[in-house]
């Protein structure tokens, strides 16, 4: 399994965001000055679907995502039981290497990936029967915030990358981050 390592070499505490594609694999809270924390790059994320319909809520359980592969939420009668409930139906994806999202039910549709219980991203779905399409390709990107400042978003390819928080001073400013990658 391939790990991409996070490491710190500020003064500051860094917090990082990590993409696979355009699906968010990792938001780290923080770490530590001189410190590193490893992201396995495919884990298993799940998916949930939350929709308000006549006033009410419905969540449909979560899904375990599997690579490229599509969710449809809808709004299905049970005429044995006289009611109607919300379910999501996994379909093969259209698309390669994406997540494709898509609703038939009235009422806006929040699809929500996760991994571990924790929420990392949203893709709300309004109008009916329009695909949402999110990438999953084998092209990562990162961004790291540190003392309030946000770097430059810093695209990779190779699933064990080691990307390095490092301070440089460029004459621009003291204390300009800037992400390195080995």
Known sequence: MSSITLRNNTN?????????????IARIPGIEPNAQITV??????????????????????????????GFLAQVLQVPTQGTREFNVQTLPSNTPDALEFQKTCLGTVTFTISKNG????????????????????????????????????TRFTNPSATITAITTNSGLESDYYTLSIN
């Open 118 to 153: 924790v929420p990392l991203q949203k893709i709300v779905v309004v109008d009916g029967f329009m695909v949402q399409t999110l990438d999953i390709s084998d092209t990562f990107y990162v961004y790291a915030v540190i003392n309030g400042v946000t770097t430059t978003t």
């Open 40 to 69: 396995p790059t495919n884990e298993i994320f799940t998916v949930a679907a939350t929709a308000f319909i006549d006033g009410n809520s419905y969540t449909s359980a979560p899904q375990e995502i599997h690579g490229s592969m």
């Open 12 to 24: 500051y505490i860094v917090q990082y965001v990590v993409k696979k594609g355009q699906q968010i």
